[in-house]
């Protein structure tokens, strides 16, 4: 079973600070890598991509790979309210299916 | 521009009875996956369709099946109804050549309840 792994949290932080969201998977053949936000009762809605080592920043969000260590995550800064949700590491290891973790639910408190 | 459309939203179905769930991709997606998410985990992937075919499965029973249209919308048939299949239904489109890297955008969802 090729696993990805999420502290399912909560993961409590004030307004305004950074959050940050870890993810381990097992497979050292991934290659592609996407994060989700989940607000209660709705479908995942896709926050960034990752494919490569290193760093990719979009507005707030930076997405975090490292291949040697098998970890990718998510930071996000400035964080606000609406940013409590439930966020979800997905890999592909191989094919085209989304192995998904379970998610880290985040709490951004006023 | 239509992102992906589910239909329908909620369905309260008996055991044992069949369903069909139905989703149009992302305009100018080809690639359909259809994922079930039960309550507090993440997304299951259940199977994947391109070019009308089914091109990868996951773990799920034959009591699963699926279709994929010319015009690349698809269907999802859940047979024998159980319990346990109550859960939010996804589906995901993405570009199908490249779909092994390609972003997937998921519908709204339908809610399935068993009784």
């Known amino acids: 079973q090729k696993e990805v792994e999420q502290n399912s949290g909560p993961l409590s932080v004030p307004e305004g600070a950074i959050a940050s969201l870890n993810c381990t998977y097992s497979d050292r053949g991934s290659q592609s890598f996407f994060w989700y936000r989940q607000y209660s009762g709705k479908s995942p809605e896709l926050i960034m991509s990752i494919y490569s080592n290193g760093d990719k920043e979009d507005g707030r969000f930076t997405a975090q790979l490292n291949k040697a260590s098998q970890y990718v995550s998510l930071l996000i800064r400035d964080s606000q309210p609406s940013d409590s949700a439930t966020y979800l590491c997905a890999v592909i290891n191989s094919g085209y299916a989304l192995n998904f973790g379970k998610g880290t639910s985040l709490l951004v408190t006023p | 521009d239509a992102g992906v459309t589910q239909s329908p939203t909620h369905l309260i179905k008996t055991r044992g009875q069949q369903v069909t769930l139905r989703c149009s991709p992302k305009?100018?997606?080809?690639?359909v996956s259809w994922y079930q998410q039960a309550l507090g985990q993440g997304p299951q992937f259940i199977f994947q369709y391109y070019e009308e075919e089914e091109r990868q499965r996951g773990n799920f029973p034959d009591r699963f099946s699926g279709h994929q249209f010319p015009n690349y919308s698809s269907e999802l048939n859940v047979n024998a109804l159980l319990l346990g299949d109550s859960a939010l239904y996804l589906c995901?489109?993405?570009?199908?050549?490249?779909?092994?890297?390609?972003?997937?955008?998921f519908g709204q969802g339908t809610r399935l309840t068993v009784v």
């Open positions: 305009s100018g997606h080809d690639t």
């Open positions: 995901a489109s993405s570009f199908g050549v490249a779909s092994n890297i390609a972003e997937a955008f």
